[in-house]
Nanobody, 125 residues
Framework: QVQLVESGGGLVQAGGSLRLSCAASGRTFSRCAMGWFREVRGKEREFVAG????????NYGVFVKGRFTISRDNAKNAVYLQMNSLKPEDTAVYYC??????????????????WGQGTQVTVSS
């Protein structure tokens, strides 16, 4: 089973950018669809972005509106989230997640069952 560790969170001003990284251990990373989620205290965890095993398919939460880009490097066992034009409402804990049960290289995750510990992103106005 893959284990996930996020990094790259921090404090940034509105309009700024951050790049989150998720390092995965284990041999099955390339067989997992990956995703990013975020959570604000008191609210449900929200889907941010997903990427297929090959990286050829991606999907995003409706609020992203072209501001974020998910990518992965299977040689490095890593997935990334480039976030641009950040807004104060993007403030949240961001989690990396894996779905090992996706069939085919282009399928997107639906049953994420492995999670990282999260990284805090704070956007000041």
């Amino acid at each position: 089973q893959v284990q996930l560790v996020e990094s790259g969170g921090g404090l940034v001003q509105a309009g700024g950018s951050l790049r989150l990284s998720c390092a995965a251990s284990g041999r099955t990373f390339s067989r997992c669809a990956m995703g990013w989620f975020r959570e604000v205290r008191g609210k449900e965890r929200e889907f941010v972005a997903g990427i297929s095993r090959s990286g050829g398919s991606r999907n995003y939460g409706v609020f992203v509106k072209g501001r974020f880009t998910i990518s992965r490097d299977n040689a490095k066992n890593a997935v990334y989230l480039q976030m641009n034009s950040l807004k104060p409402e993007d403030t949240a804990v961001y989690y990396c997640a894996a779905d090992p049960g996706v069939a085919g290289t282009e399928g997107l995750g639906r049953m994420y069952n492995t999670w990282g510990q999260g990284t805090q992103v704070t956007v000041s106005s």
